[in-house]
């Protein structure tokens, strides 16, 4: 394959032109790293390099003023706004950064297209008015607010360019109209220097005059790549530019127009891949390569054309291992770095001045990658010990002293991240560019070296230097908040540029920097409606039939454009993949791109549609399914030796997956720190509270004298446990409070409860709170031994009758502790795992006093209290409409032996597996 610029070389060189003494204009900086290439390539004798330059190089230029950054021509558009707007009317900085990014990007058009100011922003104020009308003589505040905003736009525009000619600087619009105004002068003062043009597509209106003149003048030669196939057919968007040049340009009348070519048609291999999502077609990208790499292609003259540049990063992790030699010539969007985080959650806790800090907020910093080994010290990581400690102490608002107390060590560092930036923009970047330095500090000691991190965080030191610099300058940010917003703005526009050798190895770039280049093999992704071609976009002040009359491009041009980079990166290659996303959402692309149809009606190659994967994917659950292993057995065994409690049996019937994964593996669920009381943490206040109340008169009646004497000590003695189970925690406000008075309110009824009890003549007495009991079975059938255990809650005398208590802080009622069927035990956990848990603590109480029985057994429901609030076991007829039986005796826990048995025998029998149980 001969390439566009070898073309272009040998081109010159058969007109004898010397090339050292010619000036190359490229369409991008990149392109010049291949020319270059070329021209050494196809010239035998040792000559000076030719100056290569990019086309805004050249402009910059001729206009003899500098680019200005995106950040500064903010600053600078707001001190042109200060002097061009009444004061009452001035907005501040925060809410004017959040639309003059767009107005300069308009003013930016209308220069560039040799607008006069004038005529658009009187026609655009016009159109404004308009569009607010009003019947009433007199208009609004906000309406006169608005109309006079847009007729201050001139003036706007005006004091703007001024100041920043004034210091010989400028928008790319801005210098583009200066080169115009400069052009004749720049031409005389170099008047011998041949400049050539290379591969331009769509010009703005400077660039077509400034070329022209050129041309005109005998100064300049252009070489454009254009297939006949697009060029002549009138309807084809990929020649809509180069059409007209040809037509209307008057040099074309004389000179001939160079070239078109007939590169388009020669056969090529073209494969269209639909995969599903974005990552899919990164992995697909990866897979592809692998292909290529195993057929011994040569990579170098491979191309991966990122059509969503976000990709960027998956896509390096998913490069086979064996390519080691990779380009990569595109921006990355700083939005796009991980390192983005890192900063987002340090302005999160800053952008409001408080003495404490949110916990979520606190450990989003010290769980973000490059803040952890900041707080190694030896082998111990205080990032993880200071999470875990705030977790375990329920502390969901912290301060810096309690930070730095927990690691006065990293007292430095807890400063620079959690001290109060007092809403001061200074202060806020000044830490961060500090905090910058740490981290780059850190990197360096690393033994393995982290480039693409130190390229992260010196982009992001640019940034903030930047900001530092024009802050104290303009003294334009005055809040955390506004530089915040700005950051944003500032994120969402600029880029991290690589650098590598060009000409070696696999070339992954943007749609933009494949301009004039050519490859043998490209594999182009996201060929989606919304990203190839961009389609419809509203970022513009400027209407769109306001754009068509004064000559402006709109979506369609840009479509266009993206349409000729398209079929121009197809023109010479051999074997093209062409990747879309089967599953369009309308954030990330729409549906397959119009360029795919267009190919594939043209018909001039044979297509190749490739779809990887099912679009729908039908849902199939596996449950999981656990062979009793020899290691396994042996972990049950210790299980059992030390005791099954009767929650967990219960989970075992509700799922023997939970069992396999709390009892063998020793996986705990996660807990979260509680900001509003748990379920659980509520019932273990309870518990202890009654407890605490209690035991005074363990084995004594209850009297109406002692319970009286009880309600005084309800508050500070929930207040007491609640201290100790819920930490740090505080119960003074919220959810919190309202738990805490719940607390109290169910402790209080109970009580009353009691008291009704013995109103009525009944007889209480307390035998034991909070009693653990265990035994081991007597199971033949099993070589090892299993030991049953529990802790029952309180175990009382009611008219002389034996009572074991569970306590229920949930709504309890008298159905789900009952029974018919004693087979039922073990099927149904929602029903019947409450009887099953009465029953157990029967059981073990009858192996310790086998002469208790009979005995009554139940629960007090706290949440249900009404009536008979002891709710006791019961065993019903078959016939379900009475309960037949609820005294619980020798037959009773025969046949609940008899259930406990089976389950214990399938639970330890090395051939039944843990199965789990869909949900």
């Known amino acids: 394959m001969t390439s566009f610029l070898e073309d272009v070389i040998v081109d010159l060189q058969n007109q004898a032109l010397d090339i ?7 369409p991008s900086k990149r392109a010049g790293f291949f020319l270059r290439n070329h021209i050494a390539q196809c010239t035998p004798k040792t000559i000076f390099a030719p100056e290569i330059l990019s086309i805004e190089t050249f402009i910059e230029s001729v206009a003899d003023i500098t680019y200005a950054t995106n950040t500064e021509l903010l600053f600078e558009f707001y001190e042109a706004y200060l002097v061009a707007t009444p004061k009452d ?94 052009l004749e002068q720049y031409i005389a003062a170099k008047p011998k220097i041949k400049y050539v043009f290379v591969g331009f597509n769509a010009l703005n209106k400077a660039e077509e005059i400034i070329i022209q003149e050129l041309l005109q003048q005998d100064l300049a030669l252009i070489y454009w790549d254009i297939d006949e196939t697009f060029i002549n057919d009138p309807l084809h968007d990929a020649g809509l530019f180069t059409r007209q040049y040809k037509t209307e340009w008057p040099y074309f009348r004389k000179h001939p127009f160079t070239w078109t070519t007939k590169n388009y048609s020669t056969p090529k291999n073209i494969q269209v891949i639909g995969v599903p999502k974005q990552v899919g077609q990164v992995k697909q990208i990866g897979a592809l390569l692998n292909q290529l790499d195993e057929s011994k292609k040569n990579l170098s003259n491979t191309a991966v054309i990122l059509g969503n540049e976000h990709l960027l990063i998956p896509l390096l992790n998913s490069i086979p291992e064996q390519i080691n030699t990779i380009n990569v010539t595109m921006g990355l969007p700083l939005r796009s770095i991980p390192m983005t985080s890192l900063f987002e959650s340090l302005f999160k806790i800053h952008k409001t001045s408080n003495s404490t800090i949110y916990y979520k907020d606190v450990n989003a910093l010290l769980s973000n990658s490059y803040i952890k080994p900041l707080l190694f010290e030896g082998s111990k990581n205080y990032a993880d010990a200071l999470i875990k400690h705030i977790q ?41 560019i500090k905090l910058i330095l740490l981290i780059k500090e850190n990197l360096q000691q690393q033994a393995r070296k982290n480039t693409l991190d130190m390229e992260y965080l010196y982009r992001f030191n640019v940034v903030f230097t930047e900001l530092q610099n024009l802050n104290t300058t303009y003294k334009h940010i005055n809040s955390v908040s506004a530089l915040f917003g700005l950051y944003k703005e500032i994120i969402a526009n600029e880029t991290l540029d690589f650098k590598g050798e060009p000409l070696q190895g696999l070339q992954i770039m943007g749609m933009l920097e494949s301009r004039v280049l050519d490859f043998e093999t490209i594999i182009i992704s996201s060929v989606n409606e919304g990203i190839l071609p961009a389609g419809k976009s509203t970022n513009s002040f400027i209407p769109f039939d306001v754009k068509i009359e004064h000559g402006l491009p709109t979506y369609k041009e840009k479509d266009a454009v993206y349409t000729n980079h398209f079929y121009r990166l197809l023109q010479r290659a051999k074997q093209v993949y062409i990747l879309y ?3 369009p959402d309308v954030l990330k692309g729409g549906e397959k791109s119009r360029l795919i149809s267009q190919l594939e009606i043209e018909n001039i190659h044979d297509i190749t549609p490739v779809v990887v994967g099912p679009k729908v994917k039908p849902t199939v659950i596996t449950l999981k399914q656990i062979e009793k292993t020899d290691a396994i057995m042996e972990r049950l065994k210790a299980v059992a030796s030390d005791g099954f409690s009767p929650s967990s049996l219960t989970n075992y019937i509700r799922n023997p997956i939970d069992l396999y994964y709390e009892k063998i593996l020793g996986i705990k669920p996660f807990e979260e720190l509680e900001e509003t009381v748990a379920a659980n943490t509520l019932g273990s206040v309870i518990h202890h509270t009654l407890e605490t109340l209690y035991t005074p008169i363990i084995n004594q009646f209850l009297s109406k004298d002692y319970i009286t004497s009880l309600k005084p000590l309800i508050a500070p003695t929930v207040k007491a446990h609640f201290k100790s189970l819920f930490k740090d925690g505080d119960f003074s406000k919220g959810k919190n409070l309202i738990v805490f008075e719940i607390a109290k309110r169910y402790v209080s009824n109970f009580l009353e409860k009691e008291l009704e009890a013995i109103n009525a003549g009944n007889t209480i007495k307390i035998i034991g709170l909070e009693v653990p009991y265990g035994t081991y079975l007597n199971l033949p059938e099993l070589d090892f031994p299993v030991r049953l255990k529990g802790t029952v809650d309180r175990i009382d005398e009611f008219n002389g009758v034996t009572r074991i208590i569970d306590y229920k802080s ?39 006093d086998t002469n208790c029985l009979p005995v009554e057994g139940g629960i007090i429901s706290f949440k249900n209290l009404q009536g008979d609030y002891f709710l006791k076991f019961g065993k019903k007829d078959s016939s379900r409409s009475r309960t037949k039986d609820q005294l619980i005796n020798q037959d009773t826990l025969e046949a609940f032996f008899i259930q406990l048995k089976k389950l214990i025998l399938e639970l330890c029998n090395p051939k039944i597996p843990f199965v789990e149980k869909p949900l």
């Open 89 to 182: 009317s001035v907005e501040p900085f925060d809410d004017f950064s959040k639309w003059a990014q767009l107005l300069i990007q308009d003013f930016n058009e209308i220069d560039r297209y040799l607008i006069p100011p004038d005529s658009i922003f009187n026609y655009l104020g016009a159109i404004k008015e308009l569009n607010h009308w009003s019947l009433d003589q007199e208009q609004t505040p906000y309406i006169k607010n608005y109309i006079s905003f847009w007729k201050r736009l001139p003036v706007l525009y005006n004091t703007f360019k001024n100041l920043l000619l004034e210091k010989k600087k400028g928008y790319q619009g801005l210098v583009y109209r200066e080169a115009v105004t400069n």
């Open 810 to 848: 949930g709504k309890v009622i008298q159905s789900q502790i009952e029974i018919v069927d004693w087979e039922d035990l073990l099927t149904d956990y929602t029903k019947f795992s409450k009887s099953f848990q009465v029953l157990s603590y029967a059981y073990l109480l009858h192996q310790q």
């Open 392 to 432: 375990e102490n329920n502390i969901a608002y912290l301060n810096l002293s309690m930070l730095n107390s927990f690691s006065p060590t990293h007292s430095a560092l807890f400063n620079l991240l959690f001290s109060n930036w007092n809403n001061d923009a200074e202060i806020a970047i000044d830490n961060t």
């Open 20 to 26: 050292s003494e010619i000036t190359f204009i490229l």
């Open 581 to 583: 996303n089967t599953e």
